[in-house]
């Protein structure tokens, strides 16, 4: 027999009735309030093309590493998931199957941000109304197909419908950004922007970075083996991205290590990224370096920096050597940045007129170095938990390691990053309950007053991150 | 004026009415089934003869490092609570002193997991009535020393009543597991099974390495000294150990390094660490190579492999000097996972039939590196939290760390890891309040409803740890 | 329209009313006991001098680096906010206009201690009864500078009004205490003493280290340029101190590094230190040294040895430049302890009658290294969380973190650590309650009693840090 699926009005809330009632009251203030997404990894040709999603298989599970890098750690292969293999060997192709492996394994989620986005999805976008088991697998498949085909499901209809004003999506300085110039020239009345992320052409250690260096002087007329050459062509690119719509750039590094190097040391490192005969230390070094010029560059243009530091990619070389990038095998590590940023801090720390938004993927930096950093630095701010962190507990440690000392005023709101475009609502929906959930704790214990904790909570959900992202 | 002693059938649970009486609920579906201790420390001599145990100090405080690290701390001296000189030099013989030394500063384990055991163990074991304190010392003593003289307080009767199904014992490779057989051949219903801990024979800095080294090639008639033949000789401990019902390995390494080197290679490190000329960075490789050996033998032989790394052994010089090993001066370290792991990884991470659970005693590495890791590969299973982090706190930032990246089922419940016996029950008792107080908390906040808390209830308990530890 | 400025006596309480109640019953027992303030660097002067306080901004502001380094993060100009530059270049001079800056970016300070803090000495200290506000801040500065006219608002009055029964300041070995003396002569019943902070004389990369050393010398009629010289010298500053009521010690080191050298490179180092020649690495070993001299000495005259590690001092180069130290620009790091502290330990960590108190700016270490070396080692206690940590939530961590393992019996209660002398109540109260809050959650779920947490409440209040400090 099916359980009915229902999403409580009070969840996520604490349990105490004072702390709950607070809760629901900030929480009555933001719920309702435009989606601002800055920074995610949707694909911009839905909302140019604007055409019906594929089925549910290939909409909700095959793009999610969140999803199969679970159902993996439980023996499940990758090809009975649907996962192109690039020796194109064979994988499942019914997606209805895919599906039922899914809704067989969907306990182990349990406890986990995926449980909680995936009812979001079913129950609030597709309106399902029992809970996913083996037994209702089907039902539920054939419902959503059906939905999939209506008008209303199609991106646009979809993105509108979730009230999101503007949305971010990230592409490489290669990219033509045909599908954004298709959505501005379309006069849809949402915004789709672009941000600039440069790491296929500033990280040596990124597959083909020498063609994709080739390519980016090609595109730009620019002699990008040179130094000089190169920075004008990654300054021309930023240019570019910022005619279509882009307000930040992204950098996704292994560590956050900047550097301050020579002109004549730039140059070597160049020539030996190009050349492929990088050591180890050298590649960091061009990456650190690398940090420090768009650090500059943005202080020029605008554009809104963020550092994405501290994940291990690609941890599981036998999946990395069959299925290629982002197969969930992406392994977060000790992340330092009191050193390794001070030689970006030292140039431009004490600019008020630049803004970086520092990621983590190493919780404990957040009290120890991060707080006291963007406490302290007029460039630097907080950006949310990040990925494995982007989840209720994630985030409630984050205010409670970061707000003593950097305040609420030194964070920028929510990013969703994500590829799953259904699970945009939901990802916002757990943002705005734990924000008021803290908030409610302050106010309970009387830290700070409810009118306060409403005007925190609305700056925290809307205000801050569209002044943050100059959106 | 004594105070009664009395164990509040609520402890541990959420002060929050709502969330308590879920946690109770729950509690009540798990609190009476047998007990699976899977890794541990007891004497199996215990078991075989099943002689009465000695006196109270002997049993409860002399063998216990919590307890006397805890009042060395505040100036108590180890000859003071009788423990063992190496030199055969004087201390206290006289067991009520010992027990009255602990009754005299039991208030420094206030808010100590120790204060809880002893409690449990006091009021549920011995059936004491009142509170430990200087002036009950002596009466309570009496009532120990009394029970102790009675049958139903053997080790066997001990063990039936406490409801244990199965526990594991750890040896040594070079152990003949003359208890285990005799239990074995006895006919006892219930199950003391060993776990295979080859420290003495695969780490260079273990005391008498070479001498160890040379006795498995005795035991074994295998040429221990050439690097086939000590893999063999290895292999064959670990069969013996298996026909004498062994399913698990237990590897208590410095750090989590792992190493996959060329059989040249290999077979140098040997010699060098046979002759005793290691560097500590040749040790450190060699064990971390026999990490993966003894991965790729559990492939063969089906064991259940566990790391438990980053203690820092005997870091009190004085004390080693004087009194041996496991003097209560181990200190967890800094420990990192993702690279030390992956040359294992790399060869047997993908193995599905494979299960590696790896232990921390750096509680920075449960959300950054573990669950991450646990939630990704097939082979990789997350143990419960250890030592000093087995306890209330400990056990509730562990769930809250990994659960939301790793799930539920990729941990193995509880591990009591306990030299302690009479203390087994309490340890389980705390873990199944606290495992039920937090899923309490899910319930209470809807992220979870609470049948499948239920269910998940049992998992934790009982059926997660018979799966992981094949037993 | 003004809001009331309302301090609420159930703040910083759990809200859970069973729990509530429990902290609101322990509160009451110790919010009424004296102030202990083992730790701190107020101005003796003020109480040698007994004169009045200047005005609101020079008294709360421009003192307070918590208060400019936020503002700072928020683009507001070290100048504007009236701090004095290296150069004599132009600041505001108006303290009203510095008030009102921070009346305007007071919001920014909301969730933070800075908040707690400044609402307890409005209130509290000034009878103030309206929230600070841009709309409010003449009538509150106005009411201020009332205030500091009267005499019951000079720096004895409000010493005795804030029930301190002793206060320690922090001072250079080169300083003649010539404020303490005359507090001593004067009389006054109150106690203000000194503790000995040599980082001026045993830090190579202290500004002016050899000439500090060279002045060292001359007050002590040593050779302080030879390692025995040097050595002799700072004993004789050791007694000096002592002779003027100083108890303890406290040592700001980058890291807790020790060592354990031969006499022949220690007077190695101090030759190349003198010189300006060190190395980064001979620097970091000469301050190891030092700190196993200073262990050393402790033990011969009894002063209590105080360890502040972890600190990335003058961060912001520019601010540095031309500002100097204390700009708010300190950023803890990753600190490491058992290795650290080992070579200092091996020589006294046994000792019983020595005392040395470890903080942190690394919370990772708390439970994972600290806990477990102070629940040890007989000369180890835990001093309370220190600086970005001495907050609500990082108190409560830091007793959850190292409850389990050293108990309450291994930390040495509160320190307020501050130039800040107004809010040295509030600091005070904070701690209190925190620690009640602590406690009734343990007795709430039954770890503790009631009548145990109140005794551990006065301890922790009182006994335990006039003990621990010999005060």
Redesign the interface.
């Known amino acids: 027999m099916s ?1 009915p699926l229902v ?2 009005e ?7 009735p ?2 709950r009632a607070i809760a629901r009251r900030l929480y009555g203030e933001v719920k309702d309030l435009p989606i601002i997404s800055p920074h995610g990894h949707t694909n911009p040709q839905w909302f140019a093309d604007d055409t019906p999603f594929p089925d549910p298989a290939n909409l909700l599970i095959v793009p999610d590493h969140y999803i199969f ?2 159902l ?4 499940v292969t990758l090809e009975r998931l649907g996962i192109a293999r690039k020796d194109g060997g064979a994988v499942e192709t019914d997606p209805r199957k895919v599906w039922r492996t899914f809704a067989d394994k969907f ?7 995926t ?2 986005w995936t009812d979001h999805v079913l129950a609030e976008v597709f309106g399902v109304k029992v809970q996913l088991t083996p037994e209702t697998a089907d039902e539920i498949y054939d419902h959503i197909e059906d939905c999939l085909s209506k008008p209303e499901f199609r991106p646009r209809a979809l993105f509108e419908r979730f009230g999101i004003e503007v949305m971010a999506t990230t592409e490489s300085p290669l990219d033509d950004l045909r599908h954004h110039k298709k959505i501005l020239e379309s006069g849809w009345d949402r915004r789709v922007v672009t941000a600039f992320r440069p790491d296929p052409v500033v990280d040596p250690d990124f597959e083909g970075f020498a063609d994709n260096v080739a390519q980016l002087g090609e595109i730009t007329g620019e002699d990008s083996a040179s130094w000089s050459g190169y920075l004008n062509a990654l300054a021309a690119r930023r240019a570019y991205f910022k005619q279509h719509g882009c307000t930040s750039t992204d950098h996704g590094h292994p560590s956050a290590a900047s550097a301050d190097l020579a002109t004549g040391d730039c140059e070597t490192l160049l020539s030996k990224a190009l050349a492929g005969t990088c050591t180890p230390d050298e590649a960091e070094r061009f990456r650190a370096q690398m940090l420090t010029e768009m650090a500059r560059m943005s202080l020029d243009d605008g554009l809104v920096m963020q550092i994405h530091p501290g994940s ?1 990619r690609n ?5 990395f050597e069959n299925f290629g990038r982002d197969m ?2 992406d ?4 992340t ?1 940045y ?2 390794a940023l ?1 030689p970006l ?2 140039r431009f ?2 600019e ?1 007129d630049l803004t970086i938004i520092l990621f983590m ?4 930096a957040q ?3 991060m ?8 460039a ?1 701010r907080l950006g949310p938990p990040w990925w ?2 982007d ?4 985030m409630l440690r984050f205010r ?2 970061v ?8 964070t920028v709101g929510f990013n969703d990053d994500t590829r799953a475009f259904l699970s945009i609502p939901s990802r916002h929906d757990v943002a705005r309950r734990i924000d008021c959930a803290y908030l409610a ?2 106010v ?6 409810e009118d ?1 904790a409403r005007e ?1 909570a609305v700056d925290l959900t809307y205000n801050l991150v569209k002044a943050a992202y100059k959106l």
């Open positions: 359980k999403l409580n009070d969840r996520l809330f604490p349990s105490d004072t702390m890098r679970m993996y750690s439980h023996g306990y182990l989620f349990r406890g986990t941000p449980r909680i291990f941890h599981n070389a036998h999946l969930g095998a392994i977060p590590t000790c330092e009191v050193h001070k801090l030292d720390g004490n008020a993927l190493d919780e404990t009290g120890r170095e707080a006291p950093l963007a406490g302290h630095y007029p630097l494995f962190f989840s209720a507990e994630g409670r390691n707000t003593e000392t950097a305040g609420f005023y030194n704790e302050l309970a214990d009387h830290r700070l007053e306060e925190v």
